[in-house]
């Protein structure tokens, strides 16, 4: 299957602080990138789709302003948390679209953020 | 009422059980329908496709039934290696490509 990384894979921050996440597909262009969000012991929440060249679409209530998505080229999209707090403590996961007209989704393995 | 929704488990079995996963669905015009595998603290990965036909990967057999919503996975022999948490994910609406996932099923495969 395609491969999707992530980096970086584990953070810890001071609130207040951004932190920049960046997800690249690697043997693949992709048109469209997600971003998901996963508390513990609870399912992935889909935070937004990332268009190469478009603004992202944003799910209800996720903070666009917040949660920042550059998706400049087709292989790289990047989420930027700002003013982290703790309760943005979380699991982040992106995935890349295997084509137009696919659901098959391939995920990066994620990065842990730690806001203290 | 979920868009998704599993019985979160956790099913215990013991090495070479059999044991199946149910789920349901909320929207009718459905089109795209997944089982993935997420270990914890890691990304999900996906197990298998599910067809209308119902198929089949080795011990893995998957399940649609279109008239009631419905969607199963069976593990046959299970090995402590299929321990982890089974995602249940339907497409979403228009043409985004966004997937909806279910909550998960744990299941723990014990000697």
């Known amino acids: 299957g395609a491969v999707v990384s992530q980096h970086p894979s584990r953070v810890i921050c001071k609130s207040g602080t951004s932190v920049k996440i960046e997800c690249r597909s690697l043997d693949f262009q992709a048109t469209t990138m997600f971003w998901y969000r996963q508390f513990p012991k609870q399912s992935l929440m889909l935070m937004a789709t990332?268009?190469?060249?478009?603004?992202?679409?944003?799910e209800q209530g996720v903070e666009k302003d917040k949660f920042l998505i550059n998706h400049a080229s087709l292989t790289l999209s990047t989420l930027t948390v700002t003013s982290a707090h703790p309760e943005d403590s979380s699991f982040y996961i992106c995935?890349?679209?295997?084509?137009?007209?696919?659901?098959?989704?391939?995920f990066g393995p994620g990065t842990r953020l730690t806001v203290t | 009422r979920k868009e998704v929704e599993q019985d979160p488990g956790p099913f215990n079995v013991p090495e070479g059980a059999t044991v199946a996963f149910n789920c349901t669905y909320s929207n009718s015009a459905s089109q795209s329908f997944f089982w993935y595998r997420q270990d914890c603290r890691k990304e999900p990965k996906l197990l298998m496709s599910v067809y209308s036909s119902g198929n089949e990967d080795g011990r893995f057999t998957a399940q649609l039934n279109r008239a009631s919503q419905y969607i199963s996975l069976l593990i046959r022999d299970s090995k402590l290696s299929d321990s982890a948490t089974y995602l249940c994910?339907?497409?979403?609406?228009?043409?985004?490509?966004?997937?909806?996932f279910g909550q998960g099923t744990t299941l723990q495969v014990k000697p």
């Open positions: 995935s890349a679209r295997s084509g137009e007209g696919s659901y098959e989704q391939y």
């Open positions: 994910v339907v497409n979403g609406m228009g043409n985004t490509g966004k997937l909806i």
């Open positions: 990332s268009n190469e060249g478009s603004k992202a679409t944003y």
